[in-house]
């Protein structure tokens, strides 16, 4: 398996646009995690599925931030407006459904709004 | 989820062991104590998990006293491609749904040579 696969890996736009982050977890796996990692905060867990369904969305900053997972094999983050303090990088993650399981860490996208 | 508490950072030289320690006072009967590795510009790794005694794998060994309330990551004889963040996270197994992966500052160590 290719592992965790986001896209793009890098991503400029400027302020007020709509950024799509997109995100392919490992074939088998049904939970996965959106995180966003600053200098400043660390890495932050924005929201997490199982089975497709989101059980949990208190990380996400506001509601210019949305997420939805379509079927077990996608997943997309969108920022509609972005704003300049939304630039950092965004992790995709997924787990496998077994006891002790470890999670599964894409590339990340780096964002950077201007 | 159990707060754990770890060290800012930690500096080392190449071929010493390094021993990263974790305090989680208030861990759960049901928690694992999971440890993460993140290099940069690279997402998190997992390297090692554990419930109690000790856990010992290819990259590292892991440590847990008998009342749970620490654990220590040991690294054997570590090299410069051993600098990066070294994440502690203690919840219940990922495969119960709603448990979420929570990861709190890390330990950034920098290995010299």
């Known amino acids: 398996d290719a592992g965790v696969i986001q896209s793009p890996r890098h991503e400029v736009t400027e302020m007020g646009q709509e950024v799509t982050l997109r995100c392919k977890p490992i074939?088998?796996?049904?939970?996965l995690f959106w995180y966003r990692q600053t200098m400043m905060r660390g890495l932050e867990l924005l929201i997490y599925?199982?089975?497709?369904?989101?059980?949990?969305d208190s990380g996400m900053p506001e509601d210019r931030f949305s997420a939805k997972m379509p079927n077990a094999s996608f997943s997309t983050l969108k920022i509609q407006p972005s704003e300049p303090r939304d630039s950092a990088v965004y992790f995709c993650?997924?787990?496998?459904?077994?006891?002790?399981?470890?999670?599964?860490f894409g590339q990340g996208t780096r964002l950077t709004v201007v | 989820l159990a707060k754990t508490t770890q060290p800012i950072s930690m500096d080392s030289y190449e071929g010493q062991e390094v021993n990263i320690t974790c305090s989680h006072n208030n861990i759960a009967t049901n928690d694992y104590i999971t440890w993460y590795q993140q290099f940069p510009s690279q997402g998190p790794r997992f390297i090692i998990q554990?419930?109690?005694t000790k856990v010992t794998n290819e990259v590292a060994s892991l440590f847990i006293p008998a009342d749970r309330k620490s654990s220590t990551l040991s690294l054997p004889r570590v090299s410069l491609s051993d600098t990066a963040v070294y994440y502690c996270l203690v919840g219940p197994p990922l495969n119960n749904a709603g448990n979420m992966l929570t990861f709190g500052g890390g330990t950034r160590l920098m290995v010299k040579p």
């Open positions: 993650a997924s787990s496998f459904p077994t006891d002790n399981t470890e999670a599964f």
């Open positions: 554990g419930y109690k």
């Open positions: 599925f199982n089975n497709n369904v989101p059980i949990d």
């Open positions: 074939s088998g796996h049904n939970s």
